[in-house]
């Protein structure tokens, strides 16, 4: 198994002080593919590293899987064409979608403790889609592929984010934490936008009419897993507490969804076959304070990772200012005046993978 790793970078800016923590992590990818299956989809992963998805069999005919502790275990809703787990809790329940054979229909589904449970909003005139669960048993989907829903407590809801005048519904919803905050997006203006909720207040991903975006998942940091036009995969670390429109980090492909730890899951695709990926953390850095008075700037950092960590530096406009050995810092800093200064945190550890966190403070 191929093992890839990518350094991520994580960009703050502001006007005179940086006060948020700032993440970067180094990922090491694995490959995910159902034995002999030509197709393999990777949907979710619970906080106990239990992965699930789908796979194609030799016939083309679709079924669900759970992967865990290096063993596939097979997911069929009785009586259905087509299965797919979409989505799994710390408690081991799943949801996804199943179809029927006839008229083309969907319906959405829950297993808990081994049992089968239709999910069909009682709205949808086509079908019913259940992408996410919580451990809380709150389900998130789509119906008839243009309405959210949120079933909670034996109810269903309708969550649709906000259209411009004119436009038809067109709104996914993809996954939920344990805390309740759900991810999505919405088709408006031309574009799909990646969003997340909380307080019922909608907050999106990027800016109107930039680019096309979806939001999968969310873990308890406020992580928010997703992609662009389907490939170009990416997390937005610590999403919910970083403001408006936060940094998006380069991942190998789709992300699916990632959990507490920061391990992701997706699916990346050849011309010809679709497998799924394992992103597993290396290293990771936080820079928990960068705040500025003047020219002196103070700076916090630690770093963790599967090896030692031997050293962490600070790099000033692209040269190395400070260094120390170990995994943490906490150093003050005196400026040259300018327009601004790039300030780079870099961590090392003894097999020589770095992470970084690169921050870009405005002189005052």
Known sequence: MRILSVSLLFIALAPA????TTLAVTYNYASLKFPGAPLTDVSGINNSNVIVGSYYDSQYFVHGFIYRAGKYTVVNFPGATITEVLGINDKSDIVGMYQTSGTLNFHGFLR????FTKINDPSAKIGTMAYGINNAGTIVGTFDNEQGFVY???????LDAPQLSGESHQTQLN???????????????GIWRGFWVTNNQIHYLEAPGSVDSQANGING??????????QSGFVSFLATSGGKYPAQQTVVSCAAAINYARVAVGTYSSLSKSYGFLAAPALTLQVSHATRSGNIVHLTAAASGINPISQMQIWLNGKEIYHVAGQT???TLSLPGGSSDKLVVQAIDTKGVTAKVTNTIAAN
Do not use: E, K
Not at 17 to 20: E, K, P, R, V
Not at 175 to 186: D, E, K, M
């Open 329 to 331: 810092l906490s150093t």
């Open 175 to 189: 996954g939920i934490n344990n805390p309740g905050a759900i991810v999505g997006q919405v088709f408006t203006g």
């Open 152 to 158: 909670q407590n034996g109810a269903y809801r309708t």
């Open 112 to 115: 808990h403790n081994g049992l």
């Open 221 to 230: 940091h406020g992580d928010i897993a997703g992609c662009h036009d389907i």
């Open 17 to 20: 002080a940086i006060c948020q």
